[in-house]
């Protein structure tokens, strides 16, 4: 069983940055998606940003501008750098990566959080 492990969250001041990354533990083929997606008590868990492999990116409106997403492409890890964050930033990440391997099934793997809180 892949495991996602991410690092990088932290305590931050508005305007601050933090850059989170997310690996993981073993081989992985055939990504097609990864993302980032964040979650706060009581609420749903959201989309920040994400990535169509070899295509596209895409960003929720209340990070566009603010926010990149990237990848290493040779070692599989994902990247999320934050900048100008603000209170309302403060959530608990989450990376995933799903694809599928050849024409077997699909996989979808989630990261256990790293916790990002931007102090006022």
């Known amino acids: 069983q892949v495991q996602l492990v991410e690092s990088g969250g932290g305590l931050v001041q508005t305007g601050g940055s933090l850059r989170l990354s997310c690996a993981p533990s073993g081989s992985i083929f055939g990504i097609n998606y990864m993302g980032w997606y964040r979650q706060t008590p009581g609420n749903q868990r959201e989309l920040v940003a994400s990535i169509i492999v070899g295509n596209s990116t895409n960003y929720a409106d209340f990070v566009k501008g603010r926010f990149t997403i990237s990848g290493d492409n040779a070692k599989n890890i994902l990247y999320l750098q934050m900048s100008s964050l603000k209170p309302e930033d403060t959530a608990v990440y989450y990376c995933?990566?799903?694809?599928?391997?050849?024409?077997?099934?699909?996989?979808?793997?989630w990261g256990q959080g790293t916790q990002v809180t931007v102090s006022s």
């Open positions: 995933n990566f799903r694809g599928r391997r050849g024409w077997g099934a699909a996989w979808n793997y």
